[in-house]
């Protein structure tokens, strides 16, 4: 069962990292720790900057 | 961000054979220098591998008269893989990578929440290869099957041990050395302005012809197919849907809302069926490839003038989605059904040079078409300026650069196998162009049958029925190589998932999914080339530095434009083109994306050299002249070749002097405004031709003059970053070590400080 329930987390953590989902809680623990204090974007804002920085840095996608 | 610190920062500790290095005396190691040999346990199994590869290479290159079982290409590729990144990897990192885990990748440096972030290994292998794998290796290989199976086969395994992950893999080492920066501004800083602007030209131009062929085989996969445009089309409003679903109602649910587009796109998939049968579907999607080609092109500007978040991010998670599953789902597919060959080792047409897939002899132009799947130029787009910004550790680059590419090769020999399992007569029906074909069964048939192909000849019923059953009016002349690997997917995948009752829903998935990330490709590479031209144009200074402003919407605009133009016209080009237009445009599509390929190596080997290990330049320097070789071969014969079915010139003037001697008809051209169109098509590829082996030629004269320099102790220096001292840990390969695991224990165990940087992993 514990085998079993990790293996699972792992896939989420897996599919949440590749995908994005989980992008968002680990800015805001890293912007905790690397600049406590400091206001912390709401996840809205948070992927707004994220998606309009390809608008000038695109991914080249291959052929 | 932190200072840079000298090597007195670092804290060694040698444990028998394992060195840990500390930046911080307070903190765990951050890199691990582990040189125990290799235990007797590896021993065995690597020598086991070895041995099933090499049972399977024998069974693959010596079976004959027996059909061959598409397993042994499987294991035949994977032992192959397992060793050459055990092995020629290893050497190459120890050799000329040498990777500094206490040293700070540019991610951890310049984290800024956008597109520097240290990305879990694991995770950034997926968004690498997602990145890197495209319609290349499933169309090239799928071409290349005209000189069968075994030419194929060799060279996308071989070519991608020896120099497709070799060049991604220094690609990633040198760009992640400079913080990131681009495969044209590092030929800039590492040769100078004149190698510089030819880096630039050359990769505008070639990215130019790449997207034209790219749109031109989707062209040609939806022509007149109402059910497969129909499925496209609603690829824009499940994105719009999803971009907008992304921006204002739930952000940040990624893998919620491409769940939801899967299922929306599954759902287009089988509409397309429905809306298809109707008299209304016939006449609103059964376009002509004309239209389909104009729609792409406005398509194309619309999506590189559009905000990101509504079209192109999007579609990028969808695309990614599909990519992943769907090739993972053939590759199921093909060791559950077990397919068996029907093409032959070796066919005439490798020794003849005259298929009509592709015209010329196996060298050069076996390698010009397979390209991506061995060896492809596009990826040191990616193996520089996106992944080095997410890479965690220096030592992970084997993992990302080298198996990244490996896993692209694999993707290529999937591709191969659904081609090689089609009955032959009708993988030609379906890839000769409709002048030899004549476009009905009748004549299709005839003309197959014609051809020197061994197994039972084929009839018109059989042609129809093979139609009927994915859903089809025709598949004759379906050029281009996407309809035939999606007939050999649904091939394949019928007789897992489904039954023969799903055949043609199989086929248009796999139409789906081509065009999917076709379009995904060009849609970012158009965005990617206005960059590079406005950047380019910006630095030719006066009014045009304004270009530098990327939200200057005229510059925007006129950048856009001109993109377009050039691959657009190129693509109608070929829509339209009298003899084909794939089978003149592919090798040339092939030839761009090789020279794009010596261009990389060429600046990898510079830096090899200037880092003082000449010792080592073989491992660049032999596939980049392999590579020069095969590419200026086939740009030589393509200029310069007096059989005009090779030689865009030849051709040219042949129909020049048709055309002056008053002839209406002349070869395939059936009136005078065909030759016309021969005539101007022929001289437009012959000049891209030329100019792309001269803008190469130019690059790699300047890495020559370069690296003589540097032997006789001149040169300019290198431009590699100073080193910061690293304040992050994470394992190297796939699964951590068992010492890699106890450092990985003692991150863990610390609480949460500034000290420590958020680790990326799922601890």
Not at chain 2, 5 to 10: P, W
Not at chain 2, 76 to 103: G, H, Q, S, W
Not at chain 2, 266 to 287: C, D, I, N, P
Not at chain 2, 664 to 672: E, L, R, S
Request: proline share 5%; net charge neutral.
């Amino acid at each position: 069962m514990g085998r079993a329930a990790e293996i699972a987390r792992q896939i989420r953590w897996y599919w949440g990292s590749l995908m994005g989902d989980n992008h968002y809680r680990r800015y805001v623990e890293h912007h905790r720790i690397k600049h406590p204090g400091e206001p912390v974007m709401s996840e809205r804002e948070y992927w707004r900057r994220r998606i309009d920085a390809i608008e000038s840095n695109p991914n080249p996608r291959c052929c | 961000m932190a200072t840079p610190t000298a090597a007195a920062d670092r804290f060694e500790e040698t444990e028998g054979d394992v060195t840990y290095i500390r930046t911080d005396k307070d903190l765990p190691p951050v890199a691990i220098v582990d040189t125990s040999p290799i235990t007797v346990r590896h021993r065995i199994i690597f020598g086991i591998v070895a041995l099933i590869g090499a049972i399977s290479w024998a069974i693959i290159a010596f079976f004959r008269g027996e059909t061959v079982n598409a397993v042994w290409f499987v294991l035949a590729a994977i032992c192959t893989y397992v060793i050459a990144f055990r092995f020629y990897a290893r050497l190459i990192e120890m050799k000329i990578v040498r990777p500094r885990d206490d040293n700070a990748t540019p991610a951890e440096v310049f984290e800024n929440d956008t597109d520097y972030m240290p990305t879990d290994r694991r995770v950034l292998f997926g968004h690498h290869f997602a990145a890197i794998a495209g319609a290349g290796p499933l169309v090239g290989p799928v071409l290349a099957m005209q000189m069968g199976y075994l030419p194929g086969t060799i060279w996308i395994i071989i070519g991608a041990v020896f120099s497709g992950c070799v060049q991604d893999y220094l690609v990633l080492w040198i760009s992640s050395r400079r913080r990131g920066r681009s495969l044209g501004q590092m030929v800039r800083d590492e040769l100078g302005s004149v190698g510089g602007a030819a880096a630039i030209i050359g990769i505008i131009t070639i990215m130019t012809i790449l997207l034209a062929v790219l749109a031109l085989v989707v062209v040609q996969a939806l022509a007149q197919s109402p059910w497969g445009v129909f499925s496209i089309a609603m690829t824009i409003p499940i994105a719009i849907f999803m971009g907008i679903y992304l921006r204002f109602l739930r952000p940040g649910r990624v893998s919620e809302v491409s769940l939801i587009g899967v299922a929306l796109l599954l759902l287009a998939v089988v509409s397309g069926g429905w809306v298809a049968e109707t008299a209304w579907g016939e006449s609103w999607f059964g376009l002509s490839a004309v239209t389909i080609g104009w729609c792409l092109i406005v398509y194309g500007f619309a999506a590189s003038v559009l905000p990101v978040w509504l079209l192109l991010a999007p579609r990028d998670y969808l695309s990614t989605f599909m990519k992943v599953g769907t090739i993972g789902l053939l590759a199921i597919g093909v060791l559950i059904a077990q397919p068996v060959m029907q093409a032959p080792a070796i066919s005439d047409f490798a020794g003849s040079g005259q298929g009509p897939v592709f015209a010329g002899s196996l060298f050069p132009f076996l390698f010009i078409t397979i390209a991506c799947g061995a060896l492809s130029g596009f990826h040191s787009l990616i193996a520089s300026g996106t992944t080095p910004k997410m890479l965690e550790k220096e030592s992970q680059m084997r993992l990302i650069g080298y198996g990244g590419m490996l896993t692209e090769s694999f993707v290529g020999i999937m591709a191969l196998i659904t081609a090689a399992i089609l009955n032959q007569h009708l993988y030609f029906t379906m890839n000769a162009p409709a002048a030899a074909t004549g476009g009905t069964a009748a004549t299709a048939a005839e003309y197959a049958n014609n051809l020197p192909l061994t197994g039972d000849p084929i009839t018109p019923a059989q042609i129809e029925q093979a139609a009927r059953d994915v859903g089809e009016d025709s598949i004759i002349s379906r050029t281009g190589g996407a309809p035939t690997l999606a007939v050999g997917m649904s091939e394949v995948l019928h007789q897992v998932f489904g039954g023969s009752g799903l055949k043609a829903f199989w086929y248009h998935f796999a139409i789906m999914f081509e065009a999917l990330f076709i379009l995904t490709t060009v849609d970012a590479g158009t965005r990617v080339a206005r960059f590079m031209l406005s950047d380019g144009l910006s630095n030719l200074g006066g009014p045009l530095r304004k270009l530098k402003d990327p939200s200057w919407r005229p510059g925007v605009w006129a950048c856009s434009l001109a993109v377009v133009a050039l691959w657009g016209s190129i693509l109608l080009m070929g829509i339209t083109d009298p003899l084909g237009g794939i089978n003149s445009l592919f090798p040339l599509f092939g030839i761009a994306n090789q020279l794009l390929a010596a261009i990389a190596l060429t600046i990898v080997s510079v830096v090899v050299v200037k880092k003082g290990y000449l010792k080592w330049l073989w491992i660049p320097g032999i596939p980049l002249l392999w590579d020069l070789t095969v590419t200026l071969t086939a740009s030589w014969q393509k200029i310069f070749s007096g059989d005009p079915k090779v030689g865009f010139w030849t051709q040219h003037f042949q129909y020049r002097e048709a055309l002056d001697a008053g002839k209406t008809t002349f070869g395939q051209a059936k009136n005078v405004d065909q030759i016309e169109a021969v005539i101007r098509n022929t001289f437009i590829q012959g000049s891209l031709s030329i100019l792309f082996a001269l803008m190469v030629i130019i690059v790699f004269g300047a890495g020559l003059m370069m690296v003589m320099g540097v032997l006789r102790g001149g040169g300019t220096p290198l431009t590699e970053d100073e080193p910061v001292a690293s304040r992050l840990f994470a394992p190297s390969g796939l699964i951590p070590s068992k010492v890699e695991k106890e450092v990985l224990k003692q991150w863990d165990a610390l609480p949460k400080s500034h000290a420590k940087s958020v680790g990326t992993g799922a601890h």
